[in-house]
């Protein structure tokens, strides 16, 4: 399991930005259907859109059995994803006081191939829950050809900004 001191965070500069309850961080990766995972290979950085479910623990999304974000999380199973709801701009007099609307998850975990059949069922019916209440058998033949993948988080963030009232400012000054 990854450390926490391996995960590359400081405090946040603009405290009143930094979402802290867990409740909201985890209503935000409920919202949306799009994660964006990176992942890294011998230091090239990959950042792909997937699809995504969501179990209150880990996180789950489905894939061809080969392809470059297979290859990399079989030689590297660290990742980073984000998760981001309710963007937008916020409008200022000024051009460079444009600000992002947003409410955002940044989090860090390990990937592993998700390799029992129950479980597996599990994961795809959280992702296709996002899309639709119908509730689908998977054909064995199909199933045993998606190749499920499990982040088990080791840490989590979250920032909003611009939406509902806004929090007292509070800047950390950069050491």
């Given at each position: 399991?990854?450390?926490?001191?391996?995960?590359?965070?400081?405090?946040?500069?603009?405290?009143s930005r930094e979402?802290?309850?867990?409740?909201?961080?985890?209503a935000?990766?409920?919202?949306?259907?799009?994660?964006?995972l990176?992942?890294?290979?011998?230091?090239?950085?990959?950042?792909?859109?997937?699809?995504?479910g969501?179990?209150?623990?880990?996180l789950?999304?489905?894939?061809?059995?080969?392809?470059t974000k297979?290859?990399?999380?079989?030689?590297?199973?660290?990742v980073?994803f984000?998760?981001?709801?309710?963007?937008?701009?916020?409008?200022?007099?000024?051009?460079?006081?444009?600000?992002?609307?947003?409410?955002?998850?940044?989090?860090f975990?390990?990937?592993?191939?998700?390799?029992d059949?129950?479980?597996?069922v599990?994961a795809?019916?959280l992702?296709?829950?996002k899309?639709?209440?119908?509730?689908?058998?998977?054909?064995?033949g199909?199933?045993?050809?998606?190749t499920?993948?499990?982040?088990?988080?080791?840490?989590?963030?979250?920032?909003?900004?611009?939406?509902g009232?806004?929090r007292?400012?509070?800047?950390?000054?950069?050491?």
């Amino acid at each position: 399991m990854t450390s926490l001191a391996d995960i590359p965070s400081r405090p946040m500069r603009r405290r009143s930005r930094e979402i802290t309850d867990r409740a909201e961080i985890d209503a935000i990766v409920g919202a949306d259907r799009v994660m964006h995972l990176a992942l890294a290979s011998n230091d090239v950085p990959f950042l792909v859109p997937v699809f995504y479910g969501y179990d209150g623990t880990s996180l789950y999304f489905h894939s061809a059995s080969a392809g470059t974000k297979i290859a990399i999380l079989k030689e590297n199973n660290r990742v980073c994803f984000e998760i981001s709801v309710d963007q937008g701009v916020v409008v200022a007099e000024e051009p460079c006081d444009f600000e992002a609307r947003h409410r955002t998850v940044i989090g860090f975990g390990r990937a592993s191939f998700v390799t029992d059949e129950a479980e597996k069922v599990r994961a795809l019916d959280l992702i296709v829950k996002k899309f639709t209440d119908t509730r689908f058998d998977y054909p064995k033949g199909k199933l045993s050809i998606t190749t499920v993948v499990r982040i088990d988080i080791d840490g989590i963030k979250g920032k909003s900004y611009g939406i509902g009232e806004p929090r007292p400012e509070e800047t950390v000054e950069e050491e």
